[in-house]
């Protein structure tokens, strides 16, 4: 995909971007039209974010 992110002020920038950009899809969401697959795809996008987190903080 991209290149490897390795120091700590790129790995919070890329995160904060990452959880800005959910924040924004969950702002979007209409709770009277949304549909599973919608919701399916926030849970994966949370999840990407939790292991992005334990990546990065595991020592290199």
Partial sequence: MGN???DNDSQVLYLKQRLNMFL??????????????DIDRMIE???????????F???E
């Fill in 57 to 59: 903080k595991k020592p």
């Fill in 45 to 55: 996008m949370v999840d990407d974010l939790e292991l992005k987190v334990q990546q």
């Fill in 24 to 37: 924004e899809v969950l702002e979007s969401v209409d709770p009277e039209s949304t549909e599973l697959e």
């Fill in 4 to 6: 490897a992110i390795h």
